[in-house]
């Protein structure tokens, strides 16, 4: 008991990233609820079949594609933001990452993060992830980076790492060496989807949208330097 006492007064502050419960929230710019659900539901069958084929190049090509409608709904909801003259604000949401393989588990989430215009940073003492984005960026963010646990873990599991030359067993390092390259991958897969739809938007003649979103996103790639 004396040492959780101890543990509990030791550990390092912890900032608060929003409002306590049961305060209200500034109210930002809300894209129509059958427009978010229609995606919503597109998204998650996507990512339902990437989640369920053994074949990885076909998960790859599912989640691409859940990517770019979910940059093509950012870039219709940036156009809904500019129309109404409403301001949408980011915040920012915390996500928790399980062991084993905490940190390796994170890469992807900052990938998707980036590839979503939000910024992420691991913080391994407490095993979460603080993520900065707007709240729709957030919602696509965590919902394509759970998806992306589930294939990455099944595809990990399948991979059989061999013993060394000693007969040592090389599990742990295999696995983390696997989802520190899958994220490396999937992260080039996500950033060609979703700067692909940004070079559709600036061809259709809306320069305008592409002037507000541009700076987002280049403060995200200029992070990756």
Not at 79 to 94: H, I, N, S
Request: charged share 25%; net charge neutral; proline share 6%.
């Amino acid at each position: 008991m004396i040492g959780v006492l101890y543990l509990l007064a030791t550990l390092p502050a912890i900032e608060v990233v929003g409002p306590p419960p049961g305060d209200a929230r500034p109210a930002g710019a809300a894209a129509p609820a059958d427009l978010d659900q229609r995606m919503l539901d597109r998204v998650r069958a996507l990512l339902a079949k990437a989640e369920s084929t053994d074949f990885p190049e076909e998960a790859d090509a599912f989640t691409a594609k859940a990517q770019e409608l979910m940059a093509r709904h950012r870039i219709d909801h940036a156009l809904l933001v500019a129309a109404t003259g409403e301001r949408d604000q980011p915040v920012t949401r915390r996500i928790a990452v399980d062991n084993p393989y905490e940190a390796p588990k994170s890469l992807p989430l900052q990938v998707v993060a980036e590839a979503n215009s939000c910024r992420a940073v691991w913080t391994k003492r407490f095993a979460f992830t603080t993520v900065v984005g707007f709240p729709s960026d957030l919602d696509s963010t965590e919902l394509l980076f759970t998806s992306l646990l589930v294939q990455a873990t099944r595809a990990m599991t399948q991979a059989k790492p061999a013993t060394d030359e000693y007969r040592r067993n090389t599990t742990r390092s295999f696995r983390q060496s696997f989802l520190t390259a899958y994220a490396s991958r999937i992260g080039e897969r996500l950033s060609a989807a979703a700067d692909e739809v940004g070079q559709e938007a600036v061809s259709s003649g809306r320069d305008l949208l592409w002037a507000i979103l541009r700076p987002w996103r280049m403060r995200a790639v200029a992070g990756r330097r």
